[in-house]
């Protein structure tokens, strides 16, 4: 049998907790294979959640309660992992919302999917039989929305269809080996990232498709403009698809600079000058994205790896190359060739970028 732990953090939850905790336990109570607890972690409620809570201990001998300091969602998320872990050991680790917009009769969803061999299960609202709330108002719709655009594309991991959810099953090894990374995350943007943290770790995931409640009592926590704030920080600064956009902007202005200084000051020809600074610049960018853009699953350091990935890196830079000769001279043909130089840039931004990282992830640097 194995053990599984039902996180859910409150602060000033006394008008939920207490009609979620039996729902919880209600439709996981023929899990047969699990033994299943629910750790609460009240961050020193004014409203008594904590006290609401104890009471019900002695009621459920499943059901325990982890007090700390008002910190932030990731902060009592990590302290009520690192807490299970200690105490209980488990297999697999939940988050669940406290306010009854996760609904508990989809739980034994989520263990059918890990039994079937999934490592991280996600309760998706954007997914075909998810949904958000009809009766938000349009402002928080777009927000919601809008704020996992952002990170699906930030990212380029399309097919994650919700990155800020709080409704999740995860294996207790992935948990582990992210502490020491979720630990730096207070807010939300914890969410965003342990789930980044678990793809470049190359855990199995799985979405299975929720309808997600707006709460009846109490009111949200979310502030919309820090977290729009944190999760474009969070973006720029672990997104390696950003990352290899960086790393070929800077590859053009190699280009760029030692074509020039062939061309214009060494009076070399034209074709030979444009060689050079190509290769270069070709050189530059697979280096830089093996030991920055994909340093989490970068080459094996053997000379024969390097030799048939920079094959392959220069292969797929001819493939853009000609994606651009043909994209432009096709756009000069239709809209005339004075903006040229707009057409470059919008081929290079919206075809070239994406095809190329796309290339890379599956030829060169795959997931390990």
């Known amino acids: 049998m194995r053990l599984a732990v039902i996180v859910i953090p409150t602060y000033n939850e006394a008008g939920n907790v207490e009609r979620l905790i039996p729902l919880v336990f209600k439709h996981v109570k023929d899990l047969s294979n699990w033994e299943i607890h629910i750790l609460i972690v009240d961050s020193e409620s004014p409203d008594k959640t904590g006290e609401i809570v104890r009471k019900?201990?002695?009621?459920?001998?499943?059901?325990?309660?982890?007090?700390?300091?008002?910190d932030?969602?990731?902060?009592?998320?990590?302290?009520?992992?690192?807490?299970?872990?200690?105490?209980?050991?488990?297999?697999?680790?939940?988050?669940?919302?406290?306010?009854?917009?996760?609904?508990?009769?989809?739980?034994?969803?989520?263990?059918?999917?890990?039994?079937?061999?999934?490592?991280?299960?996600?309760?998706?609202?954007?997914?075909?039989?998810?949904?958000?709330?009809?009766?938000?108002?349009?402002?928080?719709?777009?927000?919601?929305?809008?704020?996992?655009?952002?990170?699906?594309?930030?990212?380029?991991?399309?097919?994650?269809?919700?990155?800020?959810?709080?409704?999740?099953?995860?294996k207790t090894w992935i948990v582990k080996d992210a502490l020491s990374h979720i630990k730096n995350y207070s807010g939300y943007i914890f969410q965003i990232a342990l789930l980044d943290f678990a793809i470049k770790k190359g855990a199995r995931m799985k979405q299975i498709p929720i309808q997600f409640a707006d709460r009846?009592?109490?009111?949200?926590?979310?502030?919309?403009?820090?977290?729009?704030?944190?999760?474009?920080?969070?973006?720029?600064?672990?997104?390696?698809?950003?990352?290899?956009?960086?790393?070929?902007?800077?590859?053009?202005?190699?280009?760029?600079?030692?074509?020039?200084?062939?061309?214009?000051?060494?009076?070399?020809?034209?074709?030979?000058?444009?060689l050079i600074s190509t290769e270069t610049a070709i050189i530059s960018n697979f280096v830089l994205n093996?030991?920055?853009?994909?340093?989490?699953?970068?080459?094996?350091?053997?000379?024969?790896?390097?030799?048939?990935?920079?094959?392959?890196?220069?292969?797929?830079?001819?493939?853009?190359?000609?994606?651009?000769?043909?994209g432009i001279q096709l756009a000069a043909n239709i809209f005339g060739r004075q903006l040229w130089y707009v057409y470059k840039i919008l081929i290079i931004a919206f075809i070239v970028i994406p095809y190329s990282y796309i290339l890379y992830n599956r030829f060169i640097w795959k997931e390990k």
């Open 56 to 70: 019900l201990l002695s009621k459920y001998p499943r059901l325990h309660l982890l007090s700390v300091d008002k």
């Open 290 to 326: 093996n030991f920055w853009s994909f340093s989490y699953k970068k080459l094996e350091n053997k000379v024969s790896v390097y030799l048939s990935s920079f094959i392959k890196f220069n292969l797929v830079s001819s493939g853009s190359i000609l994606i651009q000769t043909v």
């Open 216 to 274: 009846k009592i109490g009111e949200s926590k979310i502030n919309a403009g820090q977290v729009i704030f944190d999760i474009f920080t969070y973006i720029f600064t672990h997104s390696s698809f950003i990352k290899f956009a960086i790393v070929g902007l800077l590859g053009f202005f190699v280009d760029f600079g030692i074509s020039y200084l062939f061309i214009e000051k060494v009076k070399s020809a034209v074709w030979l000058g444009t």
């Open 72 to 170: 932030g969602l990731g902060k009592a998320y990590t302290d009520a992992f690192q807490f299970a872990i200690q105490k209980f050991s488990p297999y697999l680790l939940f988050e669940m919302d406290a306010d009854l917009s996760h609904d508990p009769k989809e739980l034994p969803h989520f263990f059918r999917s890990i039994e079937k061999g999934a490592d991280f299960v996600i309760g998706a609202r954007y997914m075909k039989g998810g949904s958000i709330p009809k009766e938000w108002a349009p402002h928080r719709k777009i927000f919601s929305v809008l704020g996992n655009l952002i990170v699906r594309f930030g990212f380029m991991k399309l097919e994650i269809n919700d990155w800020t959810g709080g409704y999740r099953a995860i």
